[in-house]
């Protein structure tokens, strides 16, 4: 059973930062990789980043690259979503995921961000 806790959503003005946060624990051990997706009203869940978590190697869909990075801290357990100059279409759920046995196969229970014009 892996537990997965985001933080840090909310509202910010177009041109502003965020940061998410995400906890893991319960049976972790083989971690993977941890990422975030996100999906907007009406549309389908979408990938926005992931990272490795033996080798820290990141991952970005092309919208978000150069804006976005993604951190691990293996220590902790967590993952962070730096997301700068965000934009109205930045608009979303954010949903922590961890690759534990298979690809994305624990995912939290989600966060808004909203980013208005």
């Known amino acids: 059973q892996v537990r997965l806790m985001e933080s840090g959503g909310g509202l910010v003005q177009a041109g502003g930062s965020l940061k998410l946060s995400c906890a893991a624990s319960?049976?972790?051990?083989?971690?993977?990789?941890m990422g975030w997706f996100r999906q907007a009203p009406g549309k389908e869940r979408e990938f926005v980043a992931r990272?490795?978590?033996?080798?820290?190697?990141?991952t970005f869909a092309d919208d978000v690259k150069g804006r976005f990075t993604i951190a691990r801290d293996t220590a902790k357990n967590m993952v962070s979503l730096q997301m700068n100059k965000l934009k109205p279409e930045d608009t979303a759920v954010y949903y922590c995921?961890?690759?534990?046995?298979?690809?994305?196969?624990?995912w939290g229970q989600g966060t808004q961000v909203t980013v208005s014009s």
């Open positions: 319960g049976n972790i051990f083989s971690m993977i990789a």
């Open positions: 995921t961890a690759s534990i046995e298979t690809e994305y196969d624990s």
């Open positions: 990272i490795s978590w033996r080798m820290g190697i990141t």
